[in-house]
């Protein structure tokens, strides 16, 4: 197993005598279709920036320059994301960022309460405001909202990538039949990513729509790719899971499911044990053998290590495929 970046075990004598960092294992890229900008493989969330405290915002500006330092590009915010904090923050660490970070991938989202045209410019213009940039690398629709028509929203859209404002358009939260309306209100560009939610314990979102999109290359990325914790092993102790945890996690953690999704969760670290890796590379490297890039929620900068050192073991296919029956709960 690979130890984490910045761990004694992965540091080395500068010529000074002074302990400077191994390089860090490359994160990869996945192909973005129309793009010419790389997608990373794996990518920063920055959702939960919105809900901490001001006290935690220092905590939070050392994670994602941490991540950036350890070579994370991909850092996916919103406008909604505490109401334009997340943005702030983000475009804020990105600029102090040797070089300005202009090697960094941005992707931020326009509401679902903002699709209507003119309401999509002016929520672009502020994120660019508050993130500091000229344009955003990729820019997604953050859900459908079924009283505006979605392809003058992405008519809109496409103004905006001619203007280069956005280098790709995406959507989240698209079922096929939306990914097809959207589809339609678009001439040149195109819909590049769908991000849905994507782990071994919750398939809903993503199982429908992994045909469409692999035949119409559309990148899926997945987000809560550790189910909030769990398949990094957290809340395994049988002590109880914090509201704040719980709220945010689909249907995970409901009394109904809750007891089946700790016990598997507890055979998947079982798994991860005998095959001496950790748990999240299993988590993480499922994602990417079903053609999917994992954006992780991180509030602490010793998770960008962790995360990167688990994404730097690959399991083999024999492990992921047991950790897939075993999320599914196929006993054979
Ligand atoms: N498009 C959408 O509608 C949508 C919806 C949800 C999320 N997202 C995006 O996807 C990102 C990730 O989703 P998510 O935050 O829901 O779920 P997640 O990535 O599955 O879980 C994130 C949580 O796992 C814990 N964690 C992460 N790395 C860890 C590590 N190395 N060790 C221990 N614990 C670790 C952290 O918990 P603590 O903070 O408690 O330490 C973190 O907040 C979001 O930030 C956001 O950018 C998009």
Known sequence: ?????????????GKAGGARPAPSPPIGSVPLAGSTKAHPALGVGLWALG??????????????????????????????????????????????AAGGASDSFVATKVSWEHLRPAQ??????SSLERLGRHAVDLYLVHAP???VPIDETMATLEGLWKEGKIGAIGVSNFSVEELEAATKGLREA????????????????????????????????????????LLHGRHLDGKRIPAEVRRFAHRLFEPDRLPTVLERAR?????????????????????????????????????AD???AAWAVRPSDRVLDRADAIARGDRA
């Open 145 to 147: 909202d079924p009283h």
């Open 120 to 125: 999509v410019r002016a929520s672009l213009i």
């Open 1 to 13: 197993m690979t130890p984490p970046a910045g761990s004694p075990a992965r540091t080395r004598r």
């Open 51 to 96: 809900r901490w405290s001001p006290e935690d915002e220092a905590r939070t500006k050392a994670t994602i320059g941490r991540a950036y330092e350890i070579g994370f590009r991909w850092f996916d915010t919103a406008e909604v994301y505490g109401n334009g904090r997340s943005e702030r923050l983000l475009g804020e660490v990105l600029r102090r």
């Open 306 to 308: 962790s995360n990167l």
């Open 190 to 229: 195109r819909i590049a990513v769908n991000q849905v939610r994507y782990n071994l314990f919750d398939r809903d979102e993503a199982e429908p729509i992994l045909g469409y999109c692999r035949d119409h290359q559309i990148l899926i990325e997945a987000y809560t790719p550790l189910a909030r914790g």
């Open 267 to 303: 055979e998947l670290r079982s798994l991860a044990d005998e095959a001496k890796v950790p748990l999240a590379s299993i988590a993480l490297h499922w994602l990417e053998r079903q053609g999917a890039a994992p954006v992780i929620g991180m509030s602490r900068p010793e998770q």
